[in-house]
């Protein structure tokens, strides 16, 4: 059920209710992950701990081309259609203002020079843009695939308030899973086919129009692509950077898979010490300040919360204290892209007393945001977990521009859902704290 603009009541109350008795879906397991092995929605296998591995060889061999089945969600996770709608329009929007934000180096320079030496990991990413800027290198393209993260805002304690997604983060390095989000969507139509969702639905429906088509299996690969031709050598190749030991591969090969077969593109995979090892370059308000428009700004702003500096200054000041006081509203997260180590609640006042004033500026204080928890079922290594989760929607941004700052894509680029257990912090699916979800939008 669904109308132009909920309330929180009527979102949680409109959303279906799933069973908690897993007996009544295990007959659905087997052609679930048979499902998920025949449309490559897998992961590789971790590897056994010294005391469970053997000195055979060949073991050893299986164990390396080992793959389980992703982990996912039994059935979609609901999502307000007004505000899954409106964050997926907002996309290009904020595509266009990290641009702008990237190529204003006086801007840069002002606002990363406060964070000091708090953060050496941060501290080097800035000394090295710092030199790439003083090089006046010019590129030929600029290709941005960027992931806008929001949590749903619904208080049960502001029943007569709507909804709302706020953002919790603008991942531009570590925008995963758009190969396997896609292919989840596919897995929850084909489970609503099938089985109509028999046992699970204890109350209301699930309607085929409720679950958004998802394009983030496509459009990464093309957007690559139209970057490449901007680039100008057919002979070149896409390097991907990969992490040693990476279990996340087959959502990175679809990517590789869509440039052969669609663009002729050959993708080569690098972890950054073979980088380093084998390659070489060549030698040869801010947001109407970035945007121009005043429309676009406000828009952008309805999807933050409140975020506040901790270093010395009179606002970060009052921001520590007012953390120190009541930690049950705020998370801290470290100024760094690429997700974790963040702290909540009760567990802020003795992270940040044990800080330095020179260390707290590597950190940010955010307003925390309340989502409601669902009760939905989880499946993972072929096993039905039941029990109450909270989803976070990520929605994809493509961005590429030419030499001469003229824009050749900005649009959506397909979403993903990522959903875990409510008394769960963390939300990576590869670390084992979450799941790939897909909207139910209502």
């Given at each position: ?418 959903t875990k257990a409510s ?15 897909s909207p139910l939008l209502?």
């Amino acid at each position: 059920m669904s109308k132009l603009s909920l309330t929180n009541s009527e979102f949680l109350s409109f959303r279906p209710k799933y069973t908690s008795d897993l007996s009544k879906l295990q007959r659905y397991v087997g052609a679930a992950v048979d499902w998920e092995a025949t449309h490559g929605l897998l992961f590789k296998a971790p590897k056994p701990s010294c005391d469970q591995s053997s000195n055979s060889s060949s073991k050893e061999g299986w164990m390396e081309s080992a793959l389980i089945p992703a982990p996912v969600s039994f059935a979609p996770s609901p999502i307000p259609r007004q505000e899954f709608e409106k964050v997926v329009a907002l996309q290009p929007t904020l595509n266009q203002l990290f641009d702008k934000v990237s190529k204003d180096h006086e801007f840069l320079i002002s606002t990363l020079n406060s964070l000091g030496s708090a953060d050496e990991f941060t501290s080097r990413i800035f000394t090295m843009y710092v030199q790439l800027h003083s090089l006046g290198v010019k590129k030929p393209a600029v290709i941005g695939i960027h992931r806008s993260d929001y949590l749903i805002h619904a208080p049960d304690n502001e029943p007569d308030a709507s909804p709302k997604a706020k953002q919790v983060e603008f991942n531009t390095i570590a925008s995963s899973f758009a190969s396997l989000s896609s292919i989840v969507g596919n897995f929850h139509r084909y489970m609503l086919g099938r089985t109509g969702y028999k046992g699970l639905l204890e109350d209301g429906d699930i309607l085929k129009d409720q679950l958004p088509e998802n394009e983030s299996l496509t459009s990464i690969g093309d957007a690559l692509a139209s970057g490449f031709k901007l680039y100008g050598n057919k002979d070149a190749v896409i390097v991907m950077v990969v992490q040693p030991g990476e279990r996340n591969v087959y959502d990175q090969r679809w990517i590789e898979t869509r440039l052969w077969e669609r663009h002729n593109i050959a993708v080569v995979r690098m972890t950054f010490a073979e980088i380093n090892d084998k390659c070489a370059t060549d030698s040869e308000s801010r947001l109407f300040m970035f945007l121009g428009d005043a429309d676009k700004a406000a828009f952008v702003r309805g999807c933050f919360v409140g975020l506040y500096p901790l270093d010395e200054s009179a606002e970060g000041i009052k921001a520590y204290q007012d953390a120190i006081s009541n930690p049950a509203n705020y998370v801290v997260k470290p100024q760094r892209e690429g997700g974790g180590y963040n702290t909540y609640g009760n567990d802020i006042p003795s992270l940040l007393k044990g800080l330095s004033e020179e260390e707290r500026k590597a950190y940010i204080l955010m307003d925390l945001i309340r989502a409601p928890g669902f009760k939905n079922v989880l499946l993972r290594e072929g096993k039905l977990i039941a029990g109450e989760v909270v989803s976070e929607l990520g929605i994809y941004g493509i961005w590429v521009s030419d030499a001469n700052d003229n824009v050749v894509v900005n649009r959506h680029g397909g979403h993903l859902l990522r959903t875990k257990a409510s008394d769960v912090y963390e939300g990576g699916v590869a670390a084992g704290f979450a799941v790939i979800d897909s909207p139910l939008l209502v």
